[in-house]
């Protein structure tokens, strides 16, 4: 079975700085889509990012972006010039096929002021 | 920008009572999905809806849970005789289709269960 693993269940960031977030996950296939979704304190599940693992090309959205390295099964999440309302859980979940999303057990992000 | 929509936000009910969860996916969605977050544990998949079928469930899925397409636009979970551990938040999902697309999420209900 396919698992998310987030190493880091707290992190913490000074307010206009850089954060990454580690994601890694175990599957056997070549063809999935991984995902960073943010939760904040209302709780609401919102869609960071995606990724195609077929596309070598890291995606961007914003200040958000991710470094993936499908070798080693990696998937980091990098915000930049962090702001207090990046301030959440944050998800790694993977998909292939026609699975259902697995999720991390997610990372709480904290922005300093 | 089209969304997912969720009624109740909040519903609180006793240990035994049956409880409806409502949701409206995104208009031209075809897939749909419950998951589970308990309180300080990650979202967990229940069901995947298409075609006014079940086409996937999880282990949680038992027979207390049911999902139903009662017209073109909701889509409900049914807890038949809700449990203490039924309490969590529960989140529908929808996306266009099943293998290379988006699933986006609802704001959640929050059960719970005295």
């Known amino acids: 079975a396919q698992t998310v693993t987030q190493s880091q269940p707290e992190m913490s960031v000074q307010e206009a700085e850089t954060v990454t977030l580690s994601c890694t996950y175990d599957?056997?296939?070549?063809?999935?889509?991984l995902f960073w979704y943010k939760q904040p304190p209302s709780r609401q599940m919102i869609l960071v990012i995606r990724?195609?693992?077929?596309?070598?090309q890291n995606a961007t959205e914003n200040r958000f972006s991710v470094n993936f390295q499908k070798a080693a099964k990696s998937f980091s999440l990098k915000i930049s010039d962090s702001q207090l309302g990046d301030a959440a859980m944050y998800f790694c979940?993977?998909?292939?096929?026609?699975?259902?999303?697995?999720f991390g057990k997610g990372t709480r992000l904290s922005v300093i002021a | 920008e089209p969304e997912v929509t969720q009624t109740p936000s909040h519903q609180v009910t006793q240990m035994g009572q049956e409880v409806i969860l409502r949701c409206v996916p995104i208009s031209n969605h075809l897939y749909f999905y419950w998951y589970r977050q308990i309180l300080g544990q990650k979202v967990e998949f229940l069901v995947s809806f298409y075609n006014n079928e079940i086409s996937e469930k999880s282990e949680i899925f038992d027979d207390q849970f049911s999902v139903e397409r009662p017209d073109g636009s909701n889509f409900t979970l049914k807890i038949r005789s809700t449990k203490l551990e039924d309490s969590a938040m529960y989140f529908c999902a929808s996306s266009e289709g099943i293998n290379r697309h988006t699933q986006y999420f609802g704001p959640g209900t929050r059960l719970t269960v005295l």
């Open positions: 990724q195609e693992a077929y596309k070598q």
């Open positions: 979940a993977y998909k292939a096929g026609n699975t259902p999303l697995v």
């Open positions: 599957t056997s296939e070549s063809d999935y889509y």
